[in-house]
């Protein structure tokens, strides 16, 4: 099954992100977890995850990987009582007018009995990778620059109507936000 969705930033931007496979657990509905430690990115990179309704890690391998062009995971083989499931992940970025168009790609190869169930596959795959796709759109956004004086003008505010309090302003203890993931960087 493919998908595509286009990202308003830099093939660049957008490999870096993908290449850092902790990085899938945040949007693809393929991945449930990733072990958080440290894994330089590239050819062969090896990250413990958990695939969806298993209890065990298995191991996700970084199969392709050719900066800002195309990156793929292949999930190690996993067993069951009805046959095995390798899972490949992947990922080409084509450069397009203001950002990159990604295509997202899931392969699920499966043997024995689970081969019957691959309509079911194949249909779970078709309902959630579109979905999957508009996660990662809005999860790598538009780049925020920093505000500037003559770019952001402060708006004029209105007084308060008399005998109405003001609202209150936040502390910047208040306004704290969601730390960026793996290897991302908000403000790039």
Known sequence: MSTNVFVRRSPAEVFDFLADARNLALWSSGVASVD???????????????FPGRRRPHLLVCAEYDPARRIAFRGRRMWSPLGTQVPL??????PHADGTLVRLSVTSTLTAALLLLAPLVAMAWRRDLPADSLKLRELLGD???PPT???APAAPTAPAPAGEPEPP????TAMRTAPAPHGFDYAH
């Open 143 to 145: 780049p925020v620059a």
């Open 36 to 50: 958080p430690a440290q894994v330089c990115p590239g050819h062969g990179a090896v990250y413990r995850y958990r």
């Open 149 to 151: 004086a003559a770019t």
């Open 169 to 172: 302003v936040p502390s910047a």
């Open 89 to 94: 992940y992947s990922f080409d970025l084509l």
